[in-house]
């Protein structure tokens, strides 16, 4: 059966135009599935109930099975999903004033073996499609209770998404239905032709890099694929990349002790990050002896003396220690818990 989670109004449309006898009969079922994040037909109580019935026979309205979620002391609640071939893939929901920000996964693992993250350390993963998208989306908002009016969408989960640029479009069309695309950020480990893809899309989500060290070598050694796309050639796109007015790009900067916290690595920062309308997230590294052995965050002091650094030179910066510590919300953790838990061995070698 088809299913009509992650496929944009049109085409929903489409799909059930043969079965209604008025046009404005499935653009009401469209409706109601992107707009108001229906799961059954039942919900639908504008339509005949015979109209409901037949449908039902023919599509489905099937969100990833939630397995797993956990609440931390901090407020964020952490999600594992099972996808139907039994891949999973965690979202994390974080509350904050009144608002609510969403991280999804675009993959179900990643190839990309950064040495700092879990993700990377368990290995690839397929893309993820449409539905797996958004509907993680619509699961962790319906738990959390948030109005999608408040929602922020971050793109910081499993995966690199933009390895996954056909089933992210359309993801970001059919969320962009709800969620203002300059409430939706795309973090990008530095693909310079997904970049330039996100460049050209009409609504355009933010953009996020993930930096994590202030020299090409550096980089290299714990980002591999930026052997690939070098560190200079990444900042020249992130250079030319369109900003509406009063945005800017993230660049998130993972705080690893004795590798990337030194006063002279804030300079060097400064000076990459020069010109460019920006803020920079440095987040200590959320440890993991499990996965990332080797390596630890820098102590308090550190992390506060390298994010004055940073200020000081005018750049906007933000502390953040990785939400939901004590329920392993960084990318990847909670999988790497429950795999361990039953004795699978990572497919990627950890750290050092
Ligand atoms: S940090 Fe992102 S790109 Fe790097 S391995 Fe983890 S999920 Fe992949």
Redesign the pocket.
Known sequence: MTNLVGKPPAEIQRELAPYCDRPFRSRQVAHWIVQRHATSFDEMTNLPADLRRRLQRLFTIHDPELVESTASGDGARKFLFALDDGASVEGVAMPEDRKLTLCLSSQAG?????R??V??VLGAGRNLRPDEIVGQYRVMLQVSGGDSERVNIVFMG???PLLNTDHLGTALDVLGERVSPKRITVST?GILPGIRWLAARERRPKLAI?LNAPDQERRAEI?P?SRRYPLDELMREVRSFPLERGRRVTFEYVLIRGFNDAAADASLLVRLLAGIPSKVNVIPLNEDPDHLAGWRPPEPETVDRFGRALAEAGLTVTVRWSRGRDVAAA??QLKGRRLRDVSIAPTHAGPS
């Open positions: 990643c190839a990309l073996g950064c700092f993250c993700t990377g499993m995966g690199e480990a993930s980002m694929i990318c990847g």
